[in-house]
């Protein structure tokens, strides 16, 4: 099956690197810290800007600090960080279709988790301070299009979790799940499924995607 485009924007966090032991390691210990239920917190924090799930559960006033005491107990932590299956054949073989980076994570935390893994970085990133809105907002995917010059309807937006699936069907992009983090039934969403990055390959104008 071929998904024309004039480019992809790929999620990173569950989509190209998987770093959910350092994520959740840190997340328990800030839960403990500041009276939160970490199973809560957690349960819908992925894929999503970790400034937006703090102002779930905590004041305005408490938000901003208690924002930049989890960032600093993710910052200083690489354990447990691996590339998701295909994710580096996927980045060093797009045969010249363009591609960007859209994460909730800030720069600090997609460089270290992306050094790590190992995973190679395109010129066009746009991270959470570059957004007024975090996921299922869209903003970050209409700004990658309009740095990338392409009609945002022209990408191919690749995630792993259901509040960017939203965020980039808001885009208007054609939005193609992984089921790298969340069951098939979360991601339904979609406009098209594969298992992994494994089953995706790129040519100059679009994906090839092989079904299981």
Known sequence: MILPCAAVLFDVDGTLVDSTPLVE???REWAAEYGVDADEFLFD???RRTADRVADFLPPG???????RLDALEATRSDGITALPGAVDLLTNMNGLPYAFVTSMDR???????EVAAIPVPATVV??????DGKPDPSGYLLAAGRLGVDPAACIVIED???GVAAGR????TVLAVHTSHPPGALTGAHHAV?????ITATPTGLRLARA
Do not use: I, K
């Open 170 to 173: 808001a885009s208007g992009a």
């Open 195 to 199: 298992e992994d990055l494994t089953r």
């Open 161 to 163: 979790a259901p509040a």
């Open 108 to 114: 600090t935390q997609l460089q270290t988790r992306t």
């Open 62 to 68: 408490q938000a901003a600090e208690a924002t930049a």
């Open 127 to 132: 991270t959470a301070e570059d957004v007024p």
């Open 25 to 27: 390691r840190a997340a």
């Open 45 to 47: 924090a992925h894929g």
